[in-house]
């Protein structure tokens, strides 16, 4: 297992980071058996566990909780707020109000004192920046957290971020967990740039594109359709993985050749993925997300390989660099285009 700096913090992280968001009723019920796995995972030199308050509605926190019980000083944990977790109008977002609750409940569920890595999910565009810093500062002096991130955020946002800190004199966003894979590689342009200006770590989430690369979706596949498609409450749009669209089709065709590649280099689909995302330097791990103890197993292969130039150079002419194929997987759609409120001015005559 290889090990990286985690921005500039000086927290060592393994370059694969176990992701917890398939413990529990949206993918794997059974909290005996996905202990196993995370244990496992732990044993092989994983060291870092990343789930989110809103997994399952907080049982993928509660399966890890119970997973490092009695091994908390091995694992370097991260878990996130702002994503809804009832149906009362406050039980969401990035306030003062919202965050320092939400971070004793999960507290709670994990079963510790303290978070290492505690992150905003998405933005919250209803919430000013230095009202949500201050509230994650207030949780690092009062040692309820040690470090601050963000996920999802625009290149323009983590900048706003990091002026904020300085200006307002707030803990800083130390890292960003943005979609990163084969297929998706707009962060590529300005996020990942931009987090190396600042110091700050890399975790990249979805590095298999939502099972797009898990070595299932082929252009013979008969029924390619992964667990998440049907167990994944925001998977409820078709735009993922609907073969009507365009988009979806290209997916489809560069995932098929990128298998290809994978074959000539002696390596599975997945190991050829995984391992692409952790060579980017700006990248200290990707998240993988297994379900099972065979999908781990297969994720973990991956953990020590590095890819040749020339391998590197086929990828980028099957997906250029800065590309997702499908905008749709970018994980965020920014508040101002998806509201016909706040990107149209109101017109009088």
Known sequence: MQYRT?????????????????FGKWGNPDHDDSIAVIRTAL???VNIIDTADVYSGGESETIVGKAIAGRRDEVVLATKV?????????????????IVRACEESLRRLGTDHIDLYQVHRPDPATDLDETLGALTDLVRAGKIRYAGSSTFSPSAIVRAQWTAERRQR??????????????????????????????????????????????????AVDAAS?????MPFRTTHAHYDMDVPANQAKLDAATELAGIADEAGLTLIQL???????HPAVSAAVI???????????????????????LDRIDRVVAPGVDLNPEDTGYNEAVLADPKRRRRAVSW
């Open 82 to 98: 702002s994503s809804p977790m009832g149906p009362g109008v406050n039980e969401r977002g990035a306030s003062r109000r919202w």
């Open 6 to 22: 985690l921005g500039s913090t000086g927290v060592q992280i393994s370059s694969l980071c176990l992701g917890a968001m398939m």
């Open 289 to 311: 997300g297994p379900r099972t103890a065979e999908h781990l197993r297969g994720q973990l292969s991956a953990a020590d390989i590095v890819l040749e130039p020339a391998v």
């Open 171 to 220: 803990e800083r966003f130390v890292c960003e967990q943005p979609p990163y894979s084969l297929l998706a590689r707009g962060i590529e342009a300005e996020v990942l740039p931009t987090c190396e200006t600042y110091g700050m770590g890399v975790l990249a989430w979805s590095p298999l594109a939502g099972g797009w690369l898990s070595g299932r979706w082929r252009r013979d």
């Open 273 to 279: 993925a995984l391992a692409f995302v952790t060579t």
């Open 43 to 45: 044993d092989a030199g």
């Open 227 to 231: 667990h998440r498609t049907r167990t």
